[in-house]
């Protein structure tokens, strides 16, 4: 069994080393959960936010780190998807069911992705995040998704490539209501 070295302490993310290589390793958690949040009307539900390591506004499917916080420390990733999605997005789910669990970008870090499909969706707030996040919410038709995507790119946003993979899981199996 190789070595493995911590290279730098911080205080969110450790780098790392093994064999040779290194990576990022979250600090408290590994894993984070991504929502495809569909509407009954047939609308995808996207978030816009800052995000400075790329010094943009990013177009986002709602996500999250799993117990993230003292108070989450020990929860389960259902009940993180579920607190996630109502505080991103202000939408409370009826219904997630997990699609797959895979890495975020393999050769930089060993974070783990759930994606978890999202339905009978209900808006019981405005969303936009806790004190820490400034989000906007977008509820994008599903037809019109892919014109919206490219009018947020020619506006200058980056759109994070998770929403493509959504926007198949929901073609590939007819939506998620």
Sequence with gaps: ??????????????????ADWEYASRVHRQDVVVL??????????????????????????????????????NEAPLEAAARELQEETGYASGRLQPIMRCPTTAGLS??????????????????????????????????AADAWLDAQR??????????YAALHWIGREGGCE
């Design 110 to 143: 060993d974070e783990m992705a759930l994606f978890i499909r999202a339905s009978d969706l209900m808006q019981v707030s405005n969303g936009g995040g806790d004190e820490s996040e400034d989000i906007t919410v977008h509820t994008v038709a599903l037809d």
């Design 36 to 73: 495809v949040p569909v509407t009954a009307n047939r609308e995808i539900v996207l978030v816009e936010q800052y995000r400075v390591p790329v010094q943009s506004v990013v177009i986002e499917l709602p996500a999250g780190l799993v117990g993230d916080c003292e108070t989450h420390r």
């Design 1 to 18: 069994m190789d070595d493995l070295l911590v290279r730098y302490p911080g205080r969110y993310v450790n780098l790392m080393e093994r």
């Design 154 to 163: 020619d506006a200058g946003k980056l759109v994070d490539p998770k929403i």
